[in-house]
């Protein structure tokens, strides 16, 4: 039985592909091991968003063609950087056997057979096949109690600073009938929590599909969101949104079902209007605001994250004023914040990078500084209160300790033993640091 190690880069899309493939690869008679060093097979599933993550592959070939263990394994370049460079990679880093596209991943047991028979520098970056499928066996799940289930794939909408178009291709929805079945499955192989991934989750738009038709809501991915409440499943998050195609009745499906966790992630990238048009973004601050106005007046309280760049091409002090303006006025309860790099290949690469590094620097902290404040006091709203929370693991500090997110996706710590794991609990909150929180299991 040959032996496969699969190590991932990047977003959820890519951990759920990585759970494909070895799903793939088990059903074939390979086995897949978490020890690098007695494998036989190195698959690397790869990033591209930026363009430090795809240096990172180059530096990791490197290292296992250096180690005298990996020598002679196979290496096969999967994912987005596989995609876009396509066989360029072989001129770019030695030592790779072969390459596949971030669709050709159900291919994956022919790529490796014919690399096996001698076909060197094998590369496959053709379509995903008409009956793919998008099963993934109970034990190659990232968790025994969350799981990935990806329901749109790929992107239309073109940010001038973003890859994602150019490596997943465009906007393909999966159909609803295949979505429901997969977390009846889930639920009843005792999963607790389902995400719903995807670029832009909320631009899902099905082939005809009868399943939504017994389903109120005023787009398909709000029907889609009732639809997959109603199965019963415990826990049902969803990520990301895109905001132009964030319709308020989202809000009132989370209202209405309340296996629908609390959370939303809608990336807003900057406050001024004039920044959110160069970076081709299709919305304004104003309509971001709509929602975010919806979102903050719902009678259930919904915790709201997001996603800022600072720095792009052509921010003045001025527009990053008015994203300091708008962070503060959203109050949000997490943020992912980047320093604008630029992407080659991204039509914002050709924009000159006019902001310097060290005023870049100062506007993330700066903005940091308020992001920071606005997550503390949202964590310390949930002080004395009680939260679910799903104990997903062991706390990385101590064995005593299992963690976990709640509905609303902030990360609690409480004491509590082994045979917790994988049950929804109620937790007292008593204390919090600066990202998670501490409680006693009530
Ligand atoms: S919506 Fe914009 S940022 Fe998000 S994946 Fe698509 S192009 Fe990239």
């Known amino acids: 039985m040959k032996k496969v190690y699969l190590e991932t880069f990047g977003c959820q899309m890519n951990v759920s592909d990585s759970e494909r493939v070895a799903t793939i690869l088990e059903a074939d008679g390979f086995e897949i091991t978490p020890f690098e060093d007695s494998a036989e097979i190195i698959l690397l599933n790869t990033c591209s968003v930026r363009e430090k993550a795809e240096h990172k592959l180059y530096t990791r070939i490197g290292q296992i063609r250096k180690s005298k263990q990996n020598k002679s394994a196979m290496v096969g370049v999967l994912g987005c950087v596989a995609q876009l460079e396509g066989e360029t990679l072989f001129n770019k880093s030695e030592g790779i056997d072969f390459i596949l596209g971030t669709k050709a991943v159900g291919r994956i047991a022919r790529a490796i057979e014919n690399s096996k028979v001698g076909q060197k520098q094998f590369v496959d970056l ?6 793919y499928d998008w099963f993934v066996s109970e034990h190659q799940r990232h968790s025994p109690f969350i799981s990935f289930v990806p329901i749109i794939e790929g992107c239309n909408k073109f940010c001038t600073y973003c890859i994602v178009p150019f490596s997943r291709g465009r906007e393909k929805s999966l159909p609803a009938s295949s979505i429901i079945k ?18 832009n989750v909320n631009s899902y738009r099905p082939p005809t599909d009868s399943r939504l038709e017994d389903f109120k809501g005023a787009t398909p991915f709000s ?18 949104s895109f905001p132009r195609d964030f319709h308020t009745d989202i809000v009132d499906a989370i209202n209405e079902f309340e296996n629908l966790c609390n959370w939303v992630h809608l990336p807003v ?8 048009k160069t970076m081709r973004r299709g919305h304004t601050v ?13 009678p259930r309280q919904i915790s709201l994250s997001t996603d800022i760049i600072v720095g792009f091409p052509g921010e003045t002090d001025a527009d990053f004023r008015e994203t300091l303006k708008l962070a503060e006025y959203c109050r949000f ?13 991204t039509p914002a690469f050709a924009m000159p990078d006019d902001v310097s590094a060290e005023e870049k620097t100062a506007r993330f902290l700066e903005l940091e500084k308020v992001l920071r404040h606005s997550q503390f006091n949202s964590l310390q709203n949930e002080l004395n209160k009680s939260l679910e929370v799903l104990a997903e693991g062991f706390s990385s500090k101590s064995k005593e300790f299992l963690t976990g997110h709640s509905k609303c996706h902030k990360i609690v710590n409480f004491e509590a033993g082994e045979s917790f794991l994988g049950q929804i609990v109620n937790v007292q ?7 998670t929180l501490f409680g006693k299991i009530m």
């Open 126 to 131: 053709g379509e995903r096949e008409e009956n």
């Open 182 to 199: 997969e977390i009846l499955k889930l639920r009843q192989e005792g999963v607790k929590e389902v995400h719903l991934i995807g670029q």
């Open 223 to 240: 029907r889609l969101l009732r639809a997959v409440a109603a199965t019963g499943i415990e826990r049902i998050k969803f990520a990301t």
């Open 269 to 276: 990238q900057s406050g001024s209007d004039k920044i959110l």
């Open 286 to 298: 104003d309509n971001y605001l709509k929602r975010i106005d919806k979102i903050r007046s719902s």
């Open 333 to 345: 309860d997490s943020a992912y914040l980047f320093k604008y790099s630029p992407r080659p290949g």
């Open 429 to 435: 909150i008593t204390e919090c640091k600066t990202n």
